[in-house]
């Protein structure tokens, strides 16, 4: 008789045991995970250049630089310029 009391589980009991309780916490469990993933990718993930590339997210665009650059030589010697022109006109 006590053999049979250790194994007294019916059934149901076995399979709740064994099937549908590790099913409910690795279902849990993985909610959990990707709703974390979600909330980070939303807020934090998104906005970093590097996995904007590896996801392909953002496309960068290169523009082109114009042949006409204005370094700060021509900055300078066009700001001579207009104050010599300035100078030359408040003259007379």
Same mark, same amino acid.
């Given at each position: 008789m006590? &053999?049979?009391l250790?194994?007294s589980? @019916?059934?149901?009991? *076995?399979?709740? %045991? %064994?099937?549908? *309780?590790?099913?409910?916490?690795?279902?849990f469990? +993985?909610s959990?995970?990707?709703?974390?993933?979600? +909330? @980070?990718?939303?807020?934090?993930l998104?906005h970093?250049?590097l996995?904007q590339?590896i %996801?392909?997210?953002k496309k960068?665009?290169?523009?082109?630089?114009?042949?006409? *650059?204005?370094?700060?030589? *021509?900055?300078?010697?066009t700001?001579?310029?207009?104050?010599? &022109?300035?100078?030359?006109? &408040? @003259?007379?």
């Open positions: 006590e &053999s049979s250790g194994c589980l @019916a059934y149901s009991d *076995r399979l709740n %045991f %064994f099937v549908v *309780r590790p099913v409910l916490a690795l279902s469990v +993985l959990f995970l990707v709703l974390g993933w979600c +909330l @980070a990718w939303k807020l934090l998104v970093i250049p996995v590339e %996801f392909g997210l960068k665009h290169y523009l082109p630089k114009p042949v006409t *650059r204005h370094r700060f030589s *021509r900055f300078y010697s700001l001579s310029l207009n104050n010599n &022109s300035n100078s030359n006109v &408040s @003259a007379p």
